[in-house]
């Protein structure tokens, strides 16, 4: 992280800054997203294939608002071919990074924290707008991956993936038993864990799953006390004091989950948090000079 940081501040300087924001911009990427689509596998690009939970987030965004069959067309098929195909582990829950080809084969059996909470968001909302319960059990079953073999309850947190072992994952879940599970990843990323907090606030009442708040609220608390102490990390992993190097997605996410949680709980607290957060946001990142955020303190 702190290579990374080194290799950013170093591009700062030599950064100018670009066109204004205007009206035209969601339509301009509308039509971009429309134009990488696969029309014959579903998804965007070719090989190797990536599942693109953000760009799915925003054509769930255009099929809800729009009312437009076309962009509901590229959202089905999206999904039905990711879900249907080895890009998804059906038997324990979860999506691999991408596949080889186009087609959503030849899957490459990593599985990332990131990745899984939002594509387990994209199937709950489209759920919701289309009327599948397939992808109810999909957003359901990705979840149980999620807590059984990513959440770590003594830091408590998730961490960030699990690495690839074929040999496992092509085996039917009667002899996984009998294997050793794949490593995973010994670090826990904040913006990710943050991310999964507002996605299991969101399913504890969508799934009927009051347990998983409980989970979201230990990993939020934990995530904000770091926050007040001004030790709040990109990459921690709860065996140390952590050294408060963050970004803005970190301070993003925690800031999403925080208003998240308020709107769960009611408690003024985590809109208090919330309210602190964006002090934080903006004394750490914001470009007085030209206007937007940095990514990194500036």
């Known amino acids: 992280a702190r290579g990374l940081l080194r290799q950013r501040q170093e591009r700062v300087g030599r950064i100018t800054a670009g066109p204004e924001l205007g009206d035209s911009l969601p339509d301009h990427v509308a039509r971009s ?7 014959i596998n579903g998804g965007f690009g070719q090989e190797p294939k990536f599942p693109n939970g953000p760009i799915l987030q925003y054509l769930v965004y255009l099929a809800r608002t729009t009312g437009e069959d076309f962009y509901r067309s590229m959202l089905v098929k999206s999904l039905d071919n990711m879900s249907s195909g080895p890009l998804y582990d059906a038997e324990e829950g979860g999506f691999f990074r991408n596949t080889g080809n186009a087609d959503w084969t030849d899957p490459q059996r990593e599985k990332l924290l990131e990745d899984n909470v939002i594509l387990a968001q994209v199937y709950l909302d489209a759920c919701s707008i289309l009327d599948r319960e397939d992808y109810r059990q999909v957003a359901s079953q990705t979840i149980d ?31 996984r038993m009998e294997q050793n599970r794949p ?18 606030l969101d399913a504890a009442w969508r799934l009927g799953r009051p347990e998983l708040t409980a989970t979201a609220l230990a990993v939020l608390d934990k995530l904000d006390s770091a926050a007040q102490a001004g030790q709040l990390s990109h990459v921690y992993d709860g065996s140390a004091v952590d050294d408060g190097l963050s970004f803005l997605l970190d301070w993003a996410a925690l800031l999403t989950a925080l208003v998240d ?9 985590y809109l208090d948090r919330a309210k602190a957060a964006v002090t934080e946001i903006l004394d750490r990142f914001y470009d007085e000079t030209g206007g937007g955020f940095f990514d990194i303190e500036s």
């Not at 807590?147 to 009667?174: C, E, N, T, V, W």
């Not at 995973?184 to 299991?200: E, I, K, R, T």
Request: with cysteine; hydrophobic share 35%; proline share 5%.
């Open 33 to 39: 997203l429309a134009g990488a689509y696969d029309a």
């Open 261 to 269: 949680a308020h709107g769960c709980t009611g408690k003024e607290q």
């Open 183 to 200: 490593a995973v990843d010994p670090s826990c990323y904040c913006n990710g864990n943050a991310q999964a907090v507002s996605l299991l």
């Open 145 to 175: 991956y999620i807590m059984a073999s990513l959440f770590d309850k003594a830091i408590p947190g998730f961490r960030g993936s699990q690495g690839a072992h074929s040999d496992y994952f092509d085996l039917p879940a009667s002899s």
